[in-house]
């Protein structure tokens, strides 16, 4: 809602009203209600974070972007089993009941 009372360009009717009806509940104007809403994400340290973060995963996009990978092997190199099974180690599962 700007000055003059019209809607706000972004919100539909349906959402302004949702805000009416929030603000009304609150005993404020929806003008008041949007400030202080928008106030209190501002201060919130979840919403700080995700700023940090976008940061953060740009800068690493960005030397990610500039190292090479080709030294690390290519996606087709399956990393070999720590611990192979054989199939007398499933029979005894099976046995004991402990499937995976």
């Known amino acids: 809602m700007d000055e003059n009372g019209a809607l706000v360009a972004g919100f539909d009717p349906e959402q302004y009203a949702r ?5 009304q509940l609150v005993g404020k104007t929806p003008q008041v209600f949007v400030r202080d ?19 953060r995963v740009r ?3 960005e030397v990610f972007g500039t190292q090479d990978t ?30 995976a």
Do not use: C, Y
């Open 19 to 23: 805000v009416v009806r929030a603000a």
């Open 37 to 55: 809403a928008a106030l209190a994400a501002a201060d919130d340290p979840f919403i700080k974070a995700l700023g940090d973060a976008g940061t």
């Open 59 to 61: 800068n690493l996009a």
């Open 70 to 99: 080709r030294a690390a092997g290519d996606d087709s190199t399956a990393w070999p089993d720590p611990a192979p099974m054989s199939s007398r180690d499933l029979h005894e599962i099976e046995q004991h009941g402990h499937a």
